[in-house]
């Protein structure tokens, strides 16, 4: 039985680890009929904007692959997409029968990124690991690991090897 209106997640921070996370994504999970949501959390700001101020808190709304690679569009959620993550987003869009959308959360990543996976909501995952050892691990926490334990769906780490 296939599944319908599979929502695959990428977490995007458009590092080079998350890059690693979205090209794997795309090569082993992403297949034709399916939506490719990247996720990206910013920190908290003091956003003037009324309409940063109703995101806030549930996130922007869904945007299409054709406003966030325009600079002018994206400068109003506060996002920076680098033309490699872009790159990335609209081949796979061409080659495959897929929808390719963005959300941007602002605040804690581990708390959005789950909060995500409920709302949207998301079939599976796909994260980055920027590879911190255990003492780093403990001080700055690891985004993947807390999203690993505490999140509802299927999660994928992909390792950032250097």
């Known amino acids: 039985m296939e599944v319908v209106d599979?929502?695959?997640?990428?977490?995007v921070d458009f590092s080079a680890c998350s890059k690693e996370a979205l090209r794997w994504a795309?090569?082993?999970i992403v297949r034709d009929g399916d939506h490719l949501i990247l996720l990206t959390v910013l920190p908290?700001?003091?956003?003037?904007?009324?309409?940063?101020?109703?995101w806030e808190t549930t996130g922007s709304p869904l945007i299409p692959l054709s406003e966030f690679c325009d600079?002018?569009?994206t400068k109003k959620y506060g996002v920076k997409p680098d033309?490699?993550?872009?790159?990335?987003?609209?081949?796979v869009a061409r080659q495959k029968d897929i929808v390719v959308l963005m959300k941007v959360y602002w605040g804690d990543a581990r708390e959005k990124i789950c909060e995500a996976i409920e709302n949207v909501p998301l079939s599976c995952l796909v994260i980055g690991n920027r590879g911190l050892g255990k003492i780093k691990?403990?001080?700055?926490g690891s985004?993947?690991?807390?999203?690993?334990?505490?999140?509802s769906c299927p999660v994928t780490v992909v390792k950032h090897v250097e």
Request: proline share 2%; charged share 20%; with cysteine.
């Open 6 to 11: 599979r929502r695959v997640g990428v977490a």
């Open 26 to 28: 795309v090569e082993n």
């Open 44 to 54: 908290e700001g003091h956003y003037e904007e009324g309409e940063m101020q109703l």
């Open 71 to 73: 600079p002018i569009l």
């Open 83 to 91: 033309a490699e993550t872009l790159d990335i987003a609209s081949c």
């Open 137 to 140: 691990r403990a001080i700055l």
């Open 143 to 151: 985004v993947s690991n807390y999203v690993v334990n505490n999140g």
